[in-house]
């Protein structure tokens, strides 16, 4: 999801992308698919009949199962390897134009190191790497496991590597949708306004084994990046959280979304005319978010976490928001039940570059309101 300016924006964004739409009819809804996804239909049915009913087909899988018996049979080995790399050349070029038509910009390095990501789908569909054995329908399985395990900043670190950084810990961005209200189990506190100078005594009392949380003299800057930015502080018995809404200033749309969430989502649309059910936009369409930040708890603390998201709902429903996005980190073992209440979770890797000698990273990670203003 990019941010994206608001205002006259909304009607030309939602315009651009319904060009490279169009509306199909399946099983009695009327789904609005965009033209790449019927393309690659087209291209993935011609290509499973290509391999399971013509003689070009059988000559691929018999020319990588052992490339020596194909030519004693009488097959032209040569011809046959040329016109298999060629196929795949049109492929890569059909690809390549659909990845600058839905970016709207030319980038050279757009698909730097992505051979390794199709390696790595094919060989989870069964792919035999030796070749003379495997189905598209299994590449296709393989490639949608591997799209939802993959790490999301895989690529970004994968360039920042080359750049001198390193990893040094990874945080987990859970996305849970607000479309109905939940009853806390436990009271919860809301905090509408906190005071900058006390909260950090607070949170430097409980980051103490760690060596992550910044320095702060300029509590009055502090202070005003909570007030214009911070929705409320929850609390309930030993845990807290912070709820942040830092799109005051910026609409955010949806530029892109895995396959199955978009045919889902014109399938989900219609039917939340008539139940509650989450909200899946379309491409080019606004969303609201909330994020939860800072959650602090420990073991044996479920309940009181489920309350202060219980009631962080309730507020978020109050306001149209659609969805929370919780962050955590991935050492937070005590937080790994979120899980089960998101619809989709993405690990990010932290990367450091350091300018001079830095001791490890240990531990958790905070939110400093000053990267706001």
């Not at 190191?113 to 054995?133: L, S, T, W, Y």
């Not at 089960?340 to 690990?347: D, F, Q, T, Y």
């Amino acid at each position: 999801m990019n941010p994206r300016p608001s205002g006259s924006t909304q009607s030309s964004a939602s315009a651009a992308s319904d060009v490279y739409k169009r509306q199909v009819k399946l099983f009695g809804f009327k789904l609005q698919l965009p033209y790449y996804v019927l393309l690659f239909v087209l291209i993935a049915v011609g290509t499973w009949a290509m391999l399971k009913y013509t003689r070009f087909g059988r000559r691929i899988y018999a020319v990588g199962n052992n490339p020596q018996a194909a030519y004693l049979s009488g097959i032209n080995v040569r011809l046959t390897k040329l016109l298999a790399y060629g196929f795949n050349g049109l492929l890569v070029g059909i690809g390549g134009t659909i990845a600058l038509v839905r970016q709207n910009t030319g980038i050279i390095t757009v698909g730097q190191n992505m051979e390794i990501d199709v390696i790595a789908a094919v060989v989870i569909g069964g792919v035999a790497m030796e070749g003379g054995k495997g189905k598209l329908s299994s590449t296709m399985f393989g490639a949608f496991i591997f799209g939802l395990i993959k790490e999301d900043n895989s690529r970004s670190y994968s360039i920042a590597q080359r750049m001198g950084a390193k990893a040094c810990g990874e945080r987990r961005f859970f996305t849970i949708p607000t479309f109905r209200r939940r009853r806390p189990l436990r009271e919860v506190k809301v905090a509408r306004r906190m005071d900058a100078r006390q909260e950090y005594t607070a949170l430097r009392a409980h980051y103490a084994d760690f060596n992550l949380l910044p320095i702060v003299n300029d509590f009055d800057h502090m202070q005003n990046l909570y007030d214009h930015y911070m929705v409320a502080r929850l609390e309930g018995g030993e845990s807290s959280l912070k709820l942040w809404d830092i799109s005051r200033h910026y609409t955010r749309r949806v530029a892109a979304m895995p396959r199955a969430y978009e045919l889902a989502g014109s399938v989900l649309r219609g039917l939340s005319r008539f139940v509650p059910l989450p909200k899946v936009p379309a491409p080019g369409e606004a969303i609201n978010v909330w994020n939860v930040l800072d959650v602090v708890t420990r073991r044996g603390r479920e309940d009181e976490v489920r309350s202060l998201l219980a009631q962080a709902n309730n507020m978020a429903v109050d306001h149209g928001i659609d969805y929370l996005i919780v962050a955590v980190d991935a050492e937070q073992a005590e937080l790994a039940w979120l899980r089960r209440m998101a619809i989709m979770s993405l690990n990010y890797k932290v990367m450091v570059k350091e300018y001079q000698p830095a001791p490890a990273l240990v531990g958790k990670t905070y939110l400093d309101p000053r990267w706001l203003g």
